[in-house]
């Protein structure tokens, strides 16, 4: 079955700097990757959506890519801030688009 | 406008007890999916309604059951709780044929003692 996988470390940068998480998918393309951000005790907040046959998508300071060869997904946030620490975490989505199957979410702690 | 709407925000049952929650989807959505996060884990599909009907299902045993109603909200049972049924509870709801993602409530933390 497909499994999404994410770095489980936190990741710590400074204010100011490009945050880069990633994540990684096994066997099929999924149709859609999506992004969601979560902060403690909350539910998860769309972010990004990105298609198979898309290459980047931009929102604001975020940027998705989707590289089918890799099979791999880049989250990024530039000029980073405090108010961007958070738990972000991918999750893709099949053509039916009947379920969301998540990884496990990277933490992302920005320092000012 | 209101977004996912979740209830109640925690509850505390005992093993073996039955559990409903509740979810009202954001104003202008038709679907409704049911997610379990355990602490520390990504949410795990459980199940998704549309039309009243139950579109697809997760991983996890008959003691999940779930019901949508005609105003699109919906419950979702759990039965002979488990220890282990110990988590939060989210329910999403989205619009068939929409170009982005999910909106999700903040959650019900069921905690099994």
């Known amino acids: 079955s497909q499994k999404i996988e994410q770095n489980s470390e936190a990741l710590n940068i400074q204010e100011g700097k490009t945050a880069t998480l990633t994540c990684n998918y096994t066997?099929?393309?999924?149709?859609?990757l999506q992004w969601y951000r979560q902060d403690p005790g909350r539910g998860p907040v769309f972010l990004l959506l990105i298609r198979e046959n898309e290459k980047e998508k931009r929102k604001e300071r975020l940027k998705v890519t989707f590289d089918t060869t890799l099979k791999q997904s880049l989250f990024h946030i530039t000029a980073s801030q405090p108010a961007d620490s958070a738990t972000y975490l991918c999750?893709?989505?099949?053509?039916?688009?009947?379920?969301?199957?998540f990884g496990s979410g990277t933490r992302l702690q920005v320092q000012p | 406008d209101a977004g996912v709407t979740q209830s109640p925000t925690h509850l505390i049952k005992t093993r073996g007890q039955q559990v409903t929650l509740r979810c009202s989807p954001k104003s202008g959505h038709d679907t409704v999916s049911w997610y379990q996060q355990a602490l520390g884990q990504g949410p795990q599909f459980i199940f998704q309604?549309?039309?009243?009907?139950?579109?697809q299902r997760g991983n996890f045993p008959d003691r999940f059951s779930g019901h949508q109603f005609p105003n699109y909200s919906s419950e979702l049972n759990v039965n002979a709780l488990l220890l282990g049924d110990s988590a939060l509870y989210l329910c999403?709801?989205?619009?068939?044929?929409?170009?982005?993602?999910?909106?999700f409530g903040s959650g019900t933390r069921l905690t099994v003692v």
């Open positions: 309604y549309y039309e009243e009907e139950e579109r």
């Open positions: 999750a893709q989505e099949d053509t039916g688009r009947r379920a969301l199957t």
């Open positions: 999403a709801s989205s619009l068939v044929g929409r170009d982005y993602g999910y909106t």
């Open positions: 066997n099929y393309s999924p149709a859609y």
